[in-house]
């Protein structure tokens, strides 16, 4: 790989980094290990071809163009941590793989039966993530910090709002909506 190439990848992990969290190589090596799946296995529950799966993995493409795939990862990322700490069987996350898979990628802006915990409520980070993934959905993090910066003056709120949910880490922003709350 040559100095531009790796330059391209690295930008690309960066942007992967502020759009998802992290590196897509290492969340989606995270899933695989996680829920015990191999990269073709996680290619077909997420929508996507092989080869587009292993340019993500690897850097040479930054972003997940459908937001229905986004979502998916975002249900199998809440079922690897489940199945992570034990609250979640072999068998059980199997089965909600296929539903992940056969999912449009529904929001839990509208439906809450996909997200609910035992509770019935949607947990924090879902929703936390939902609301960064339809920020993401409609504009980069530059973009999305650069109208945080023209609001800042006249709109603080709304502007930390979209640095926290549009460009932040899902941690961050979690404390964001937690401190937000009631």
């Known amino acids: 790989m040559d100095a531009t190439q790796q330059d391209a990848t690295a930008r690309a992990r960066e942007l992967q980094r502020s759009w998802y969290g992290e590196p897509l190589g290492a969340l989606f090596r995270r899933l695989i290990d996680d829920l015990g799946l191999n990269q073709a296995r996680l290619a077909a529950v997420l929508g ?4 587009m799966l292993s ?23 809440e ?18 793989m296929e539903e992940i ?11 809450t039966q996909s997200t609910a915990t ?39 709120e709304l502007a930390e709002f979209l640095r926290v949910y549009g460009a932040g880490r899902t941690a961050d922003a979690v404390a964001h909506y937690e401190a937000h709350q009631s």
Do not use: C, F
Request: proline content about 5%; overall charge positive; charged content about 20%.
């Open 101 to 111: 898979k056969k999912s449009a990628g529904g929001s839990v802006l509208n439906s």
């Open 118 to 156: 035992s509770t019935g409520a949607p947990t924090v980070r879902r929703v936390v993530r939902e609301i960064q993934s339809l920020l993401r959905s409609v504009a980069a993090a530059g973009d999305i910090i650069e109208a945080a910066d023209s609001l800042a003056p006249t709109h603080p």
């Open 48 to 51: 996507l071809s092989a080869p």
């Open 79 to 96: 079922l690897s941590s489940q199945a992570a700490d034990g609250r979640v069987s072999a068998a059980e996350a199997a089965e909600r």
């Open 55 to 77: 340019q993500l993995m690897s850097g040479q493409r930054a972003k997940i163009g459908n937001p229905a795939v986004v979502q998916r990862v975002q249900a199998l990322q």
